[in-house]
């Protein structure tokens, strides 16, 4: 008997490939025009969600591909003039090979059985790509692997699509659990099934089930059902007699018993689309046909993370775009040290921090990259670039690979405050909406000349160029001069005793006019003049919901002649505005209708932290966020009131800098909408003023800046890293005019300091200053501005900036092409045109390109300098 | 009539024994004139703070504020004249609420006018010569001390023993109006966190 129902399972299965062998067929026949309707009905049959494995070589693996494999064991599905797509329809391992180079790229690194440090689990993780976590409804965080929760177990469909394939990966436990038998069933239907069954089988059956006290019902006997291979038995015997999912449900009605147990299963369905796009793989979570069970839901998902692996063998780095950039030598044995995985765009704002967190550069750009021997490849986050993290680590660790990978949250928790008097317990809420859009990178490939980080960021900046986000604009002749003006900061007075704040000027416009004029009499032309605190009193002004430009420092018409100067004489004015903290609780801003939320539902009004105690400081000034569905009214009003100005430049605090998202209940606004919202507004302020500044510099605001501000000169400095590298200028320059920190108020303020780190990154000189006094900013909350007198500085800003000008004012439309470490401390950075400046930071002379540079000094030659001086990785 | 009410204080001052003896019997005391004395002892308070000279000001000028003075003075003043009168109630004292405000309220000018010379001498005087400084400012809170001891053992009707017994207490029964106002605090601010806690636990059901 046994063996009897042994050929019938492995007749049901020989019928199983047959038909899916044939629906594959007709797809591939409808591809050559062969075959029309009938083709896609079986192609449209197989796409249901089919939780067995669909595809298994052999048969259907000789009809997709005739002639000889170029990538060994593994099938072409898709190819165009510059790659091919291979794929190994049993383990869904998937490869690119480049017909520029002969180079493959395999999505899994094929030689990880032979991994001596990797253990048997994390060999069969090196068999995935991607791996997700999630979090079910008591909190619990768990992982899984595509290979052993999925491609292993046969839970995985093939799918050609154009230019490439679908494959959806179901994680999870699929065996049919205990929940397909009844928990009651009455005896003559029991007994009417059993009659199909034979003898020995139905006996073995029913010996799982209990005849009640009045003979009448059979109750399921759970506890000889709890071994997995009995409960198998029993399942497939009522397979096999023809009980249903009707028969159940009737079942369970007819003896008002619910589910059997409420316990969902937790089966998680990606579908992740690989496909070519000219010279670059697109790989695509596509979020609508992403499945989850309703109380575990998915936080992260992790895509290709082992595309890039390399091995111990292997000499180059990866980069990462952690502040202007940095590098990580393959193999460089930091694997004590934490990873590398930083959120792009930085730390989420709306998820509470109850200590100060570690203060990082963030980063701006979606990018990141490895460069193994003379090959590269790099991975641009293209859709859900916002809630993308990425990741890199080195050999040594789990196995004996070093890789860079994208990996991206679709929801955050946080914690939730308990009190029940005496203390407090933390409990976990989950963000209760995600994203529903797609989740995207884009993977190239790079070979010889252009395989490092110059050939990445030049890849990336013609991305840029092609999606139309930078667009070269030549401006002046002479370099730009940024200086930051404080208008009026608020100052505590005291009336009879009785303390109040009032606004103190620091600078009104016309002495800013008078600022303007003596730096014109020391040669400097092109000034860009940020003013922060001119309207809406302060600094940290009301919500800009509309403008009522400060009367102390000059009022409206102060403020158009200074405009009219500046203008006049070829310089320019950017009113700053700051939009997205508010900082103060006024007539037009409700908290809790207009600010942020915390997941936990909270208004989410933040203090500064205190430096000593890490923790945030109430005596501190505080702000909202403000939602970013509410931004669009308030720039509306905004740009109303500054239509009436007549000015052409603006300048932006925080939307270049900051993205945080709204977790308001029913009104979710996650990072990657916010970031929209953001771009949009960025995108109709600059309809009315077409000069926008901004500050940070994040991607989503590339499109509309003319000038940065704050651009990260360094990087965060992580242990594993290992070189400091000036990724982010390599994009920009020649196409945004860019400066760093202010030189009088930067982590240094030696300018010598300031000034060869500006040359050495393209940067340009940036100044704050005030008008009145120093001590006027004493006991206030700006006591950083505590050097910004103006006139102390005027005569080295003079001559700080002659020195740039003179070196950089004939590359400043160019593209940065290189940038070399010759030895510690000594750089070169190379232009488009040759040109190549080597600066040296240290204390002694050194020579470069036969040249000598003094210490703290530096050079211009009109050729690269070789490579010669650089470490031992490349 | 209205000249007599203004200089009394300052006559009663000198003359507490006379002085008490009328404002209870010959009601010479004002509950007005009582208030304003409270108040310039403020103004004097807050002058003093901003203005006793260098040597002899511990203040941080930025950290001043005259609202601070309400609590240190007037909201004692009112929690002794309560506390006073809470326990002389039940000790048999003769003076009524309206009487002790009064009686509090006069007791305390000696500090006034001892306040405004030194906070003028202070600029004159050196730092070794502060023991006249402090000398004059002691002697003007026991002066004070001893009108209120003469003071409420007339409106009372008093002996000096049962004074000072009832004086004690009253400082016991401040301490403890305080301990019930904090306890009060902090009930209700648990009470708080409890309907707190019961609204998150609905809000996040699931």
Known sequence: ?874 | MKRDLLTFPFRLIVRPFDGFWDLKYEEKGRLTIAYIILFLLVIVQILRNQYVGFLYNHNDPRALNSINELKFIVVPFFLWCVSNWSVTVLMDGEGKFKEILTTTGYAVLPLIIVYVPTMIMSHFITVEEAAFYNFFNTAAVFWALWLLFVGLMTVHQYTPLMTIVTMGLTLIVMGIIIFIGLLTFSLVQQIQFFFETIYREIVFWS
């Open chain 1, 1 to 874: 008997m046994k063996l009897k129902w042994n050929k019938l399972k492995i007749i049901s299965i020989v019928f199983v490939l047959a038909v899916t062998s044939v629906g594959t067929l007709f797809v591939l026949f409808q591809k050559n025009g062969s075959i029309g309707d009938t083709g896609l009905i079986a192609a449209g049959a197989e796409t249901k969600p089919v939780m067995r494995a669909a595809l298994v070589n052999g048969k259907t693996a000789a009809s997709f591909q005739a002639k000889p494999d170029r990538v060994p064991g593994m099938d072409k599905t898709a190819e165009n003039d510059a790659l091919a797509l291979y794929m190994n329809k049993t383990t869904a391992e998937l490869a690119v090979f480049d017909k520029r180079s002969g180079r493959i790229w395999y999505t899994n690194p094929q030689d990880r059985d032979k991994d001596s440090k990797a253990s048997a689990f994390e060999k069969q993780g090196l068999a995935s790509q991607l791996s997700m976590q999630f979090s079910d409804s008591n909190n619990n965080k768990k992982t899984f692997l595509s290979f052993n929760d999925a491609v292993d177990k046969k839970q995985f469909t093939i799918e050609p699509i154009a230019d490439g394939v679908k494959i959806v990966y179901t994680l999870g436990d699929m065996s049919a659990g205990i929940d397909v038998l009844p928990k009651l069933i009455s005896k003559e239907r029991l007994d009417s099934l059993l009659a199909k069954l034979s003898k020995e089988k139905a006996k073995y059956v029913q010996n799982k089930f209990q005849l009640n006290d009045s003979k009448t019902v059979y109750k399921r006997f759970d506890d000889a059902l709890k071994s997995s291979v009995r409960l198998q038995k029993v399942v497939d015997a009522f397979a096999e007699a023809g009980y249903t999912a009707e028969d159940l449900a009737a079942d369970n009605k007819a003896n008002a018993s619910g589910a059997s147990s409420d316990s969902e299963k937790v089966v998680f369905s990606i579908p992740v689309a690989y496909t070519l796009d000219g010279d670059n793989l697109v790989a695509t979570v596509i979020a609508a046909e992403l499945k989850e069970p309703k109380k575990t839901v998915i936080t992260d998902i992790n895509l290709l993370p082992y595309l890039s692996a390399a091995g111990l063998s292997d000499k180059g780095y990866m980069f990462v775009p952690d502040g202007s950039g940095s590098l990580i030598y393959l193999n460089n044995g930091k694997f004590s040290d934490d990873i590398y995985s930083q959120p792009v765009y930085g730390a989420d704002e709306a998820i509470r921090k109850r200590l100060k967190p570690q203060h990082t550069e963030g980063i701006r750009l979606p990018v990141f990259g490895i460069k193994v021997g003379d090959s590269a490849m790099y991975g641009i986050i293209e859709k859900g670039e916002a809630l993308a993290s990425i990741n890199a680590e080195v050999s040594g660790r789990a196995n004996s690979y070093n890789y860079i990978y994208g990996s991206f949250k679709l929801r955050s928790w946080d914690e939730l405050p308990m009190s029940n008097g005496q203390s407090f317990n933390y409990v976990q809420i989950m963000q209760q909406e995600r994203n529903n859009e797609d989740l995207s990178i884009r993977y190239g490939f790079l070979y010889g000349e252009e395989a490092n980080y110059a050939g990445i960021a030049k890849s990336y900046q013609q991305y840029l160029v092609n999606a139309s986000v930078l667009k070269q604009e030549k401006g002046g002749t002479d370099l730009p001069f940024y200086v930051d003006i404080v208008g009026d900061i608020p100052k505590q007075k005291s009336i009879l005793g009785v303390p109040y704040e009032a606004m103190e000027p620091l600078t009104t416009f016309s002495e800013a006019e008078q600022i303007a004029k003596e730096m014109k009499d020391g040669d400097i032309d092109n000034i860009h003049m940020r003013y922060l605190g001119w309207f809406n009193d302060g600094v940290n002004h009301e919500l800009p919901d509309g403008i009522s430009v400060d009367r102390k420092l000059g009022g409206r018409s102060g403020l158009a002649e200074l405009n009219t100067y500046l203008k006049e004489t070829g310089s320019s004015l950017y009113p700053d505005a700051a939009f997205l903290d508010v900082y103060h609780d006024t007539w037009g801003f409700s908290p809790a209708k207009d600010a942020s939320r915390y997941i936990t539902r909270r208004i989410i009004e933040k203090y500064p932290y205190d430096a000593a105690t890490e923790r945030m400081a109430p005596y501190l000034e505080s702000s909202y966020l403000l939602s970013p569905a509410k931004l669009p009214p308030v720039v509306d009003g905004f740009l109303k009131d500054y239509s009436k100005l007549g000015i052409n430049g603006l300048s932006l605090r925080e939307m270049g800098n900051h993205l945080n998202p709204d977790y308001r209940i029913n009104a979710n606004l996650d990072r990657q909408k916010s970031a929209n919202v953001i771009s949009g507004e960025m995108s109709t302020m600059s309809k009315v003023a077409s000069d926008i500044l901004v500050s940070g510099g994040n991607a989503y605001s590339l499109q509309f800046a003319k000038h940065i501000v704050d651009v990260p000169l360094t990087d965060t400095k992580f242990n594993i890293t290992d070189e400091t590298v000036p990724f982010y200028q390599m994009v920009v320059h020649g196409y945004v005019s860019y400066a760093g920190q202010p030189f009088n108020l930067a982590d240094t303020q030696d300018i010598r300091y300031n000034l060869l780190k500006a040359m050495e990154y393209g940067a340009n000189v940036r100044f704050t200053w005030i008008y009145q006094d120093d001590s006027k900013v004493k006991d206030t909350l700006f006591n950083n501005l505590y050097s910004t007198q103006y006139k102390s500085w005027m005569k080295e800003a003079t001559s700080v900036y002659e020195e740039m000008n003179t070196v950089l004012k004939d590359v400043q439309y160019e593209r940065m092409t290189g940038h070399i470490a010759l030895q510690e401390g000594v750089y070169a950075t190379t232009y488009e045109s040759g040109k190549t400046i080597v600066v040296n930071y240290t204390d002694n002379a050194v020579q470069a390109g036969g040249q000598t540079v003094e210490p703290a000094g530096y050079i211009v030659l009109q050729h690269a300098v070789s490579e010669s001086g650089r470490g031992n990785n490349s």
